[in-house]
């Protein structure tokens, strides 16, 4: 019987794919993506603002609402965050990533494995009450400052425009500081994984044909290890896109997307504006998976 | 997978969005269960300290196993209330209206209830939760929004809430910027208007909740030039006693809960002793109700809860646990865990100064068109990102 | 040949890891603070009584530590199976539409946890499916599946099909292949892929607080402790603890896709 139906699979490979893909097609294909949709036409309703409920009429007035300056703010400042801390985690992660995978051997090998592991592992919400206390006033950041008569220079700091503020923990800083942290390990791992493919014969080639360390780095690992970046980028971008739990905690109490969508369905009950917003992500995830494809990030994922 | 079928399921599953929510719940033949979505402390079942339980026994009592989910906004709430599946909430006045306005809750009626009669009577028929004359719930404790401040920087308590609202130099000699809190929930737009009552009579405002275009514009103006004194806005309580202590906040609008909290704390009281007031301006504040799901699977245990929740008794241990007001004055008396002074420490003699929290709604009574609630909701999403 | 690292490199990665691990420290740190309800710095002074109280007093504390564990556990089983089974089929087959398919395959973690929540959760309620343990689980398996899946795709793209072919000529059936031949050379990659669901899923707020019912499991748990605390240190001796029971399994899974590794070469 068994073999009769393993004949079958290998003479059919269609429909072996199709019974492999059917029970996650399903659900994602068809489930997940469906409520999107409903998601997305949600936000052509709108909101009587008299009677404070949703009209379930095709209008593109919620849009045109979106686009008021006050709403172009809070996406402006969300997709610049998540860029930002995109950035820097990448800055942040390759080094650590270049080390595990290229020169740490053994225990040492085992120990950096673990010392990104372990973060993953503790709770998130600890570890962002953990930031409020090393980033408030009185903090461990101001209580080292101090200790090493470097408080100008935290002042300094503060009283920069914007991203200042009466504290590193009410300020854009702290924000950015905390998803940063939260987030690292997200981008470690695809590149370590995406550095350890490179394989070792290239790089020796390279250094065969004469180039320096610097020359191979540039023009052969780190092409390699790019997709890898990318890959680790829609985690902390599209993590940071929709977080509405850090933003509340640490900063200074300027919207980002995901508290807007969390109040605006919440108590406001404006669930076609909330809709609208949550079609920004949306949106924006979309072309940037499009553009990492391009890049073969996804073999890297 | 053909594409004109995947449309079609998608349109179909998109119609019936949303509206389907209530179709999730289900009637249990026998109700041995109740669901309640609750404020953080408001069910205890002595998980936490065997002295505070008034789950326990109504579960002997009654059978029903009390479920509860705990929401930490009134955003969380109404969210849930919306999404069904539970038979109570605990809801703040900055939710009710807009949960009867919704039709998520049910009319209640209080012949079947006991322990109403033991109800302030000045509770009875709020208008955060009587519509119409009927009652879309039970009033479960209340409190004041007190003006909290440091005491080593305030040696006189503030006269009024112009040292949160308007730039100026504190008695320390420092201006208030980036050192006084504001409420991060839209209703906070309220305490501006209950300030501009007595500050800009000229305005005419006659009920802060209520508030026609241009009185509405005021205070839309006061909070918006709040925004450069504060740093950040305050949303849990238990964050707020941490501002308080590590980050140099020294006014704000605040609970009676923070305030009991770091005043019964000896380590925050030698470096930052906090005090709270009631201006002279008034204040607003908070009535909770415990209101019933309109499609609640278990009414039978809801109602036996709800008679339950007024008993004094469990009255008095909440509002000790809580730091709130009793709604029911027996039970300010002769509780152990309350002691007989609790009531007036959590401010039960400021009922008469206080504008409790309800939804603002666009048709009014004291101007007949008011800004409805989802503006103000919006607005002050603006006005914190400025 | 490995050349030795430069000093940069060394203080780069050096300083990556003390920023990963400074706030750890501080969990650990006020975990023995004598402070019950709110944190200050420096901590006025240092108890064990915390681990005594989450341990004897605090029954609170099991039930969400529990459903979590079933949560992550069942919800990564369920991802191992179907993520290893769509890598298989978008790997081998080729299809009309696949690189849309498998763009779409990313979409539940390329999209921010509200919205997979909030999706959810009305696609949830247009089933009738009732929010329960049940519901928690499928929300976390629909981003744990992806974490699988990328994982074994790029196992099996580097699985060289003459392997199979051969098996197949020597008169294995595909099961016996599967068993025999690509089992073994994916397992690495499904330990790594479902260590991370597993850990995605174990600390998962957002997606849990719209999929879940009246339940709790541990992350929310901690949230509500975290906005009205009763023994604030208790929440980071949780923390420790759970740091201390992973401690082990992830060093064991390391040398296990280590050695898998070398054999492969």
């Known amino acids: 019987m068994l073999n009769s139906l393993s004949n079958l699979f290998y003479r059919r490979p269609q429909l072996l794919t199709a019974l492999l893909l059917g029970g996650p097609l399903a659900w994602i294909g068809v489930v997940y993506i469906g409520s999107l949709f409903a998601l997305l036409i949600q936000s052509f309703y709108h909101l009587d603002d008299f009677s404070g409920t949703v009209v379930h009429e095709f209008t593109l007035s919620t849009y045109a609402e979106l686009a008021a300056t006050a709403n172009l703010q809070i996406i402006m400042r969300t997709v610049v965050m998540a860029a930002l801390v995109t950035l820097a985690a990448s800055i942040v992660a390759f080094p650590i990533a270049y080390y595990a995978a290229r020169h740490a051997r053994g225990k040492w090998k085992a120990l950096f494995y673990l010392a990104v592991m372990m973060p993953l592992w503790s709770s998130y919400l600890v570890k962002i009450y953990a930031w409020k206390l090393i980033l408030a006033k009185e903090g461990i950041v101001s209580w080292i400052a101090a200790t090493l008569h470097l408080s100008w220079l935290l002042d300094g700091l503060l009283s920069t425009p914007i991203i200042g503020g009466s504290s590193l923990s009410f300020s854009y800083i702290g924000t950015f500081l905390v998803f940063l942290y939260i987030w690292l390990p997200y981008m470690i791992l695809p590149i370590q994984a995406a550095l350890e493919r490179v394989p070792n014969d290239f790089v020796e080639a390279a250094a065969d044909l004469g180039a320096t360390p610097r020359q191979a780095f540039r023009d052969v690992i780190f092409p390699l290890a790019f997709p890898g970046v990318i890959a680790g980028s829609i985690f902390t971008f599209s993590l940071t896109l929709g977080d509405y739990i850090v933003p509340q905690i640490v900063g200074n109490s300027r919207a980002m997307i995901g508290q807007a969508v969390y109040t605006l369905q919440g108590t406001a009950g404006d669930i076609p504006l909330a809709a609208a917003f949550t079609v920004v992500p949306m949106v924006i995830m979309g072309f940037y998976l499009l553009a990492a494809r391009r890049m073969g990030a996804f073999d890297a994922l | 997978m053909n594409l004109t079928k995947t449309a079609t399921l998608t349109l179909a599953l998109g119609t019936a969005f949303w509206a389907a929510a209530s179709a999730s719940l289900r009637a249990a033949d026998m109700e041995k269960e109740l669901n309640i979505v609750a404020w953080p402390g408001y069910i205890e079942r002595g998980e936490s300290d065997k002295n505070y339980d008034w789950v326990t026994g109504f579960e002997k009592e009654t059978g029903c196993k009390v479920n509860v989910k705990t929401a930490a906004t009134s955003d969380e709430m109404v969210t849930l209330m919306n999404q069904g599946g ?301 | 040949m490995r050349s030795e690292a430069g000093w940069g490199l060394k203080l780069a990665a050096g300083a990556g890891i003390a920023f990963l691990h400074l706030p750890l420290a501080l969990i650990v740190l006020y975990a023995f603070t004598t402070e019950e309800k709110s944190f200050q710095f420096p901590p006025p002074g240092l108890t064990l009584h915390w681990f005594s109280a989450a341990w004897f007093d605090r029954p609170d504390i099991w039930p969400p530590l529990w459903l979590s564990l079933r949560v992550a556990a069942i919800a990564t089983a369920f991802a191992l199976v179907f993520g290893t089974l769509a890598a298989a089929a978008l790997s081998r087959a080729r299809f009309f539409g696949k690189d849309q398919l498998s763009l779409l395959f990313i979409l539940p973690i390329a999209l921010p946890g509200i919205i997979t929540g909030i999706a959810l959760r009305s696609a949830f309620d247009i089933m009738n499916l009732p929010f329960s343990t049940l519901t928690i689980i499928l929300g976390h398996a629909t981003f744990c599946i992806v974490v699988v899946y990328n994982n074994a795709l790029a196992r099996f793209r580097r699985l060289s099909p003459s392997m199979v072919e051969a098996s197949m000529d020597l008169g294995a059936n595909s099961f016996q292949t599967f068993r025999h031949i690509v089992l073994p050379q994916i397992a690495s990659a499904l330990l790594a892929g479902g260590m991370l669901a597993f850990a995605l899923s174990f600390d998962e707020v957002i997606v849990t607080t719209f999929t879940a019912g009246q339940q709790s499991t541990l992350p929310i748990w901690m949230l509500q402790e975290l906005i009205r605390p009763r023994q604030r240190p208790v929440t980071n001796v949780v923390a420790i603890i759970v740091i201390a029971v992973t401690f082990l399994p992830i060093l064991a899974a390391y040398y296990f896709t280590r050695q898998d590794e070398h054999r492969q070469g």
């Not at chain 2, 309220?190 to 509405?216: F, H, S, T």
């Open chain 2, 86 to 386: 539970f038979d109570l909430v605990t809801a703040s006045g900055d939710a009710s209206l807009r949960l009867v306005a919704g039709k998520k809750v049910q009319p209640i009626d209080v012949s079947k209830i006991a322990n109403w009669a033991n109800v302030d009577k000045r509770l009875q028929d709020a208008p955060w939760h009587t519509v119409d004359g009927k009652h879309y719930g039970t009033p479960y404790q209340w409190g004041p929004n007190v003006l909290a401040y440091n005491s080593n920087v305030f040696k006189e308590a503030p006269k009024s809430w112009s040292v949160v609202f308007e730039e100026q130099n504190l008695p320390d000699g420092k201006s208030n910027k980036g050192r006084v809190q504001a409420y991060y929930g839209p209703i906070y737009i309220a305490d501006a208007a209950v300030y501009l009552m007595k500050k800009k009579p000229e305005l005419g405002i006659k009920n802060p909740y209520e508030l026609n275009k241009d009185q509405y514009a005021a205070a839309l103006d006061l909070v918006t030039k709040q925004r450069a004194l504060v740093g950040q806005y305050w949303g849990d309580a238990n964050k707020q006693v941490d501002d308080f202590k590590n980050e140099g906040v020294v006014a704000s609008s605040s609970w009676p809960f923070q305030v009991n909290l770091i005043q019964g704390d000896k380590d925050a009281m030698a470096k930052t002793p906090i005090a709270s007031t009631i201006p002279e301006e008034g204040a607003t504040g908070w009535a909770d109700t415990t209101m019933m799901h309109a499609e609640a699977a278990h009414p039978n245990c809801a109602y036996a809860w709800l008679n339950h929740s007024l008993d004094a008794k469990v009255q008095g241990d909440v509002a000790a646990w809580f730091g709130s007001v009793p709604a029911v004055p027996a039970a300010c008396k002769g509780n152990e865990l309350l002691t007989d002074t609790g009531c007036d420490t959590n401010g039960a003699a400021n009922f008469d100064k206080i504008w409790f929290w309800r939804t603002p709604i666009g048709k009014c009574e004291a101007e007949g068109t008011c800004v409805p609630y989802s503006q103000w909701a919006k607005d002050y999403l603006a006005v914190q990102g400025k």
